[in-house]
């Protein structure tokens, strides 16, 4: 299909939590029309005043679109995401980019067999405030060149936690690294780039009765030298976001997130300088500089970057398949790496 | 509009950025000159907002202070002809032009300069998406460690100090305009603040930043000591715009406003060190005072930087 023209033709597939997220999303960008809604549970899609479909192939193949949004459980991305493509849509995928680096590079074979046509996955903390002012502050070179970082990254499963589908290993392909852990994973990307060497300890340290991970670290090492670790876990009973990454001539700290429910806490980013002859205190107690933020755009930000890149060629910057696949090449490394050797424990 | 709410934490700030010496000599200069030229009043609107509530808020020196009920800001009623004398008023220019003045300045402040410049580069850096090889502009200001540390940071392929008592040169046509243009502890002297932003307006390029910083009177010192504080004096604060008055006033300018943040440090050791001079109408935050542990009292200080309300503002908007 040619490039396409105001307003950009669109559907939803998975109309659940992150569905209407992306519903509300578009309606505030302005260039996108919705002209149908898919989910298995059709009562999902009630309010939005466009055709309603159960079959995502169907909605797929009857709906005059030029676009598809793909907010489903993970065991499907790949496979309506390999459709889409086929069929000449712009595709924008919720993470994760499919259940495994295989799904991942089906997918990316699928995107290399088009022309023209945008993919891309839904990493939306690239876009959060404070990840946004660090990178501008890791970019400008101020504090000097990153050398290590250290994430955390933890929710609390709840008491339906045991059955949801996010532990059933068919549908998600793995537990809460590859559902949330994944953010942390490709913001360390973001920050220090691509990781050669792996040691990792994947483990149920609480929930015995899942088939998946509750808790996963990882040491990641850069051909640069470059280190950071990853504290991916299901049993943070406090919900905690924290991200420090130490540069050379100072270092910044990344906590909490701003998220709707509030429960990572508030987000702030902190810098500090090195001051190493104590000309604003004491050795290791430099002067603080904190923002904290009491908005969330990243999702549309998300979704201006995808019509930009669907209208006006502006290419994507964040959450493109090489960044999904590298990604999934990371989290299936870290699966391997540990003693048990798989996924499932 | 970004809602960022930058908050310093600064383990020196004890020993203070202000040197008491000096800051009593320039009071009693500037005092000389409003007894000399003493505003007349008359105002009947806010010179932030254009509103034209106004409550009496206190007298200083003999000098009524109006609030404007709507957007919150504290000003003189005075001509901004006696605005415009008093910026060219020569004892006090000259005072400031000393090299023991500069000298004193430079120690006390040196650091938070230091800080200061930093953080230009960073927001320069996320707005402009450079942090060297830009065009600058100091506009304003006698302090010449800060323009020189401003100069020398890497910021700057070309740099002009202008309407400053220590430059002669002229001020620069408006085209083609800077790419930053920092307006420092300037506002509070204008008697006419939006035709003070809109000149600065067309020394800058579209899209150009124009960083501000400036007293505000929505700031727990000035409400709370009213009268009594010491450190406010007619016509160097001839202005005490609040936090959302500032808004206003760069939104009219022609700027959008990118953040806004209230990052003063020192109001809490201030209002300690002068508890006694507080009123009997305040006696929860004295008690608070004389009893907090230093953590709390720093706490505190944290909250009225987060809340906006601490006795400074810093802004940075783009041209539109």
């Known amino acids: 299909m040619g490039k396409a023209m105001e307003p950009v033709k669109t559907i939803v597939i998975g109309m659940g939590k992150m569905g209407q997220i992306r519903c509300r999303a578009m309606a505030n960008h302005g260039g996108y029309q919705l002209v149908a809604v898919c989910d298995a549970d059709p009562s999902r899609c009630e309010g939005w005043n ?14 005059d679109a ?89 929710k609390a499963g709840g008491h339906l936690y045991t059955s949801e589908w996010r532990n059933d290993v068919e549908i998600s392909g793995g537990g809460i690294l590859l559902d949330q852990g994944i953010h942390m994973m490709d913001l360390l990307c973001y920050f220090l780039g691509d990781f050669t060497s792996i040691s990792s300890m994947v483990d149920r ?132 790496a540990d003693g048990e050797g798989n996924r499932q424990c | 509009m970004l809602k960022a709410f930058d908050s310093i934490e600064a383990a020196q700030m004890d020993t203070g950025i202000v040197d008491t010496h000096t800051l009593n000599t320039e009071r009693s200069m500037a005092l000389d000159f409003v007894r000399a030229n003493p505003a007349r009043g008359g105002a009947t609107s806010c010179p932030v907002c254009g509103k034209s509530h106004l409550r009496n808020f206190m007298t200083l020196e003999s000098t009524p202070y109006l609030r404007c009920e ?44 230091n800080d200061l410049v930093f953080w230009v580069r960073f927001r320069c850096a996320r707005y402009l998406q450079k942090y060297n090889g830009l065009d600058v502009v100091l506009y304003g200001g006698h302090y010449q460690g800060l323009s020189n540390n401003l100069e020398n940071s890497g910021l700057c392929g070309s740099y002009r100090l202008e309407a400053s008592v220590l430059s002669t040169a002229p001020e620069s046509a408006s085209s083609p305009g800077a790419d930053v243009l920092l307006y ?5 002297r204008e008697a006419a603040p939006l035709q ?79 508890v006694a001079a507080m009123g009997e109408d305040n006696l929860y935050l004295r008690y608070l005072l004389e009893t907090a542990d230093n953590a709390t009292l720093a ?19 783009r041209k539109k």
């Not at chain 1, 939306?124 to 890791?138: C, D, F, G, K, T």
């Not at chain 2, 000035?222 to 007619?234: D, R």
């Open chain 2, 70 to 113: 709507h957007c919150a800001s504290i000003f003189i009623s005075v001509h901004p002809d006696i605005i415009e004398q008093y910026k060219n008023y020569e004892p006090i220019n000259n005072f400031r032009s000393t090299e023991e003045y500069q000298a004193i300045a430079s120690e006390k402040r040196m650091s938070v300069w």
């Open chain 1, 50 to 63: 466009v055709p309603i479909y159960t079959d995502w192939h169907a909605c797929l193949a009857e709906s």
């Open chain 1, 205 to 336: 340290l609480v929930w015995d009765d899942i088939a998946t991970e509750d808790s996963a670290f990882a040491i990641l090492k850069s051909a640069e030298g470059k280190t950071a670790s990853l504290h991916s876990s299901a049993i943070q009973w406090k919900h905690k976001f924290d991200l420090d990454i130490i540069c050379t001539k100072g270092y910044i700290a990344l906590n909490g997130l701003l998220t709707a429910t509030q429960s990572y806490g508030e987000e702030r980013i902190t810098y500090y300088r090195r001051d190493l002859r104590q000309l604003t205190g004491k050795l290791g107690n430099p002067v603080s500089h904190t923002m904290s933020f009491d908005t969330d755009s990243s999702w549309d930000y998300e979704m201006n970057e995808f019509y930009d890149a669907v209208c006006r060629d502006i290419p994507i910057q964040n959450g493109t398949i090489e960044d999904a696949v590298r990604v999934m090449r990371l989290v299936e490394q870290v699966y391997a």
């Open chain 2, 196 to 274: 003070a932003l809109s000149k600065l307006h067309g020394k800058l390029k579209t899209g150009g930043l124009l960083i501000l910083s400036t007293r505000v009177g929505s700031g727990i010192d000035i409400l709370t000591m009213k009268e009594k504080i010491k450190n406010v004096f007619p016509y160097e604060h001839t202005l005490l715009a609040s936090v959302n008055g500032l808004e206003i006033l760069v939104n009219h300018a022609g700027f959008e406003l990118l953040e806004i943040q209230t990052p003063g440090a020192l109001d809490v050791k201030y209002l300690r060190d002068n």
């Open chain 1, 66 to 154: 030029q676009a598809v949004i793909v907010c489903t459980f993970n065991n499907v991305i790949a496979d309506i995401v390999c459709e889409a493509l086929a069929m000449g849509l712009h595709v924008f995928s919720e993470k994760p980019p499919g259940r495994s680096l295989a799904e991942a590079m089906r997918m990316q074979s699928a995107l290399q067999a088009t022309k023209g046509l945008i993919l891309k996955f839904g990493f939306n903390h690239r876009y959060h405030n404070s990840i946004i002012e660090a990178r501008a502050l890791v970019d400008s070179g101020l504090l000097g060149d990153i050398v290590c970082a250290r994430g955390v990254y933890g």
């Open chain 2, 299 to 317: 706490e505190f200080q944290n909250f009225l930087q987060k809340s906006g309300t601490s006795s400074h503002a810093r802004i940075i908007a």
């Open chain 2, 184 to 188: 420092l502890d300037q506002l509070a």
